[in-house]
């Protein structure tokens, strides 16, 4: 994506200057393996639900601003009061009014790279400082006692549970020390939370922590991707702030009722996400059976794998194999890394094969 022109970069506000437009770097392919999306797809019976549901949606009247019913779903799902819950365009959506309420100049946020770029992209946007604290380059596991310094003094803490691109995930004590050293805010990004292990969530610290948001989203486990909703829990005045500075129709009544019918039937996709959960576990395996491949454990629906040339790799599998995987060769703390999303078993056995007969030529 080419630069802003010097025209119309003499016009912008100057945190805008040195932006361009979010490039997910897509090429289509046969096998979508690059942006942590289910590949399985919607179950069929709730896919014939949500068309029904959107058949009776009325078009020409506004939705409800707040998403209410869909909170209520949400809130009654998740053990909170309708409140504590927060709708939004998508996670992405909610991350930027985030920033929108409790950053801007002066302010700070503390961010874990590498993580989800995003984060820095909205805080540049918004004229928010970043502070970086490096997680372990090896592991990268939080360097909690370095977290917990700079949290003292942060207005914003944004840690990402598991963490994407590396598939880490924040113990719930570390996150309780995190929410009471911190006077300002701290958001746990829970986008893939679905996919980890019984306990992991740090939703349990809402109770006792009024200075904490957990995000989750609907575009990971729950198919939703092309549809955007996702939804934030915290304490009702943090809440408040939120539905303050957001857009009042972003939830249109399409992604109302659709959310809605998702909501009522979650219990189609467990069958799926634990598919994905296995399939991660033999995905690792067998990809660390390739001579000179790294694989990281990950508790999300995709694993961060380096090997040589990555760079290379990631442009034959999408060139000669028509597969898609995410080049972090570039990235920061991530020389020669690739992200892979799990597939089904079928796109699973085509990378791994792909993969081998690759390095089998470049190594
Ligand atoms: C995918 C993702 C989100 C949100 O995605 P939406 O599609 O906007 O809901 C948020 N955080 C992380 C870390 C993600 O990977």
Not at 290 to 297: L, S
Request: hydrophobic share 40%; glycine share 6%.
């Amino acid at each position: 994506m080419a630069g802003l022109s010097d025209r119309v970069r003499a016009l912008v506000r100057p945190e805008i200057a040195a932006l361009s437009p979010y490039d997910p770097n897509f090429t289509p392919c046969d096998i979508n393996l690059s942006a942590n999306e289910n590949t399985y797809g919607m179950p069929e019976e709730v896919r014939r639900a949500i068309d029904e549901a959107i058949a009776r949606s009325q078009t020409n009247r506004y939705p409800d601003p707040m998403s209410n019913e869909l909170r209520d779903l949400i809130a009654a799902w998740r053990g909170v009061a309708r409140e504590n819950v927060c709708v939004g365009n998508g996670g992405d959506e909610l991350l930027f009014n985030f920033f929108l309420a409790f950053g801007g100049p002066g302010k700070t946020l503390v961010d874990c790279p590498p993580t989800f770029t995003v984060y820095d992209i909205y805080s540049g946007m918004l004229g928010t400082q970043v502070v970086r604290c490096w997680r372990d380059d090896e592991t990268f596991e939080l360097d909690m006692p370095r977290l917990l310094e700079a949290a003292r003094t942060a207005d914003m803490v944004m840690v990402t549970s598991p963490n994407n691109p590396t598939g880490n995930v924040i113990s719930r004590d570390d996150a309780e020390r995190l929410c009471e050293a911190c006077p300002g805010i701290v958001m746990i990004d829970e986008a893939y939370i679905e996919f980890c292990e019984e306990g992991v969530s740090c939703e349990p610290l809402l109770a006792s922590c009024d200075n904490l948001i957990i995000l989750h989203t609907f575009s990971k486990a729950f198919c939703l991707a092309g549809v955007r909703v996702g939804y934030v829990l915290a304490a009702p005045d943090v809440i408040e702030a939120l539905g303050a500075v957001r857009q009042p129709y972003t939830a249109d009544v399409f992604a109302q009722a659709t959310a809605q019918t998702v909501v009522s039937m979650r219990e189609r996709f467990v069958p799926t996400i634990k598919t994905i959960r296995s399939e991660r576990e033999r995905l690792s395996r067998d990809l660390a059976a390739i001579g000179g491949v790294r694989v990281w454990p990950s508790q999300g629906n995709f694993i961060l794998v380096r090997m040589q040339q990555a760079g290379i790799v990631r442009a034959r599998l999408r060139d000669q194999y028509s597969i898609l995987v995410r080049d972090f060769s570039q990235a920061p703390g991530l020389d020669d890394c690739l992200r892979v999303t799990v597939g089904t078993p079928a796109e699973n056995d085509r990378l791994v094969q792909a993969v081998a007969s690759i390095l089998k030529e470049v190594a």
